[in-house]
């Protein structure tokens, strides 16, 4: 059984056209997803949600106390890596070796300079995201009104 569906596997995973089909449907399985957890109140924003500020502020600010010392952590530990890949190409011999080195220093130096710029975009990112949030939620009850006989009389 396992090796029939390894091959049934391995058989869609070289034809182009199945591929595509599933990261189409992938997508369009995230998106029905998405409309129906919107459409049926989970996302409880606007005049109608309630206001998640009490819950927000504290993650807000754990992750904008964070980002300074990550960022320095991460501004560290690639620059000795990079340097210990570095001496390492330097004292490869063989240029087979020699290009294996190089390979991952330039790996190493692409995915820092990724992790540094994703960490200074969502350094920057925090304030307009706070404020919009802000703002669309500004007339947000944060109270559950249930209509009683009183009120509907």
Avoid: H
């Amino acid at each position: 059984m396992k090796k029939d569906v390894m091959k049934m596997v391995k058989s869609l995973s070289s034809n182009r056209k199945a591929v595509m089909a599933a990261k189409i449907m992938a997508v369009a399985v995230v998106v029905i997803i998405g409309v129906i957890a919107y459409n049926t109140g989970i996302f409880a924003a606007g005049e109608k949600g309630a206001d998640f500020t009490g819950v927000t502020k504290p993650i807000v600010g754990l992750i904008d106390s964070l980002v300074n010392p990550i960022l320095a952590i991460v501004g560290a530990g690639g620059t000795i890596f990079c340097i210990f890949l570095g001496v390492k190409f330097a004292t490869a011999e063989e240029p087979q070796e020699k290009e294996k080195r190089k390979q991952a220093l330039k790996t190493a130096i692409i995915g820092f300079f990724l992790i540094f710029v994703l960490m200074v975009a969502l350094k920057l990112s925090i304030k307009p995201l706070t404020d919009w949030y802000a703002a669309s939620t500004a007339g947000a009850n944060s109270t559950l009104q249930v209509p009683t006989e009183a009120t509907t009389q």
